[in-house]
Nanobody
Framework: QVQLIESGGGLVQAGGSLKLSCAAS???????LGWFRQAPGKEREFVAA???????NYADSVKGRFTISRDNAKDTVDLQMNSLKPEDTAVYYC?????????????????WGQGTQVTVSS
């Protein structure tokens, strides 16, 4: 059973930066990896995803501010978040896709971390 553990969340002022990291207990093969977020009272939404070959895909709301990266040898995926806004406040989850392709749909991901809180103050 694959387990994902996120770290790096916290409280930051608007305009600041945070880096989220996610480590997997199992070995990735060719699956895409993703980051999602969920704010109180809202549905879980796509943030970014990356293929085994390091091709990224971003939600329009984070393009130019967030950068996703992965280390296939270490089974990790990171999310560098810059120019943070209060509307970025949410619990952030990393996930492993069922396929090699990046998807914006949560149902296409079959392993999830426990989530890490990101709070951006104005």
């Amino acid at each position: 059973q694959v387990q994902l553990i996120e770290s790096g969340g916290g409280l930051v002022q608007a305009g600041g930066s945070l880096k989220l990291s996610c480590a997997a207990s199992g070995r990735f093969t060719s699956e895409a990896l993703g980051w999602f977020r969920q704010a109180p009272g809202k549905e879980r939404e796509f943030v970014a995803a990356i293929t085994w070959g390091h091709s990224p895909n971003y939600a329009d709301s984070v393009k130019g501010r967030f950068t996703i990266s992965r280390d296939n040898a270490k089974d990790t995926v990171d999310l560098q978040m810059n120019s943070l806004k209060p509307e970025d406040t949410a619990v952030y989850y990393c996930a492993i896709s069922r396929t090699a392709f990046t998807s914006t749909v949560p149902a296409q991901y079959n392993y999830w971390g426990q989530g890490t809180q990101v709070t951006v103050s104005s």
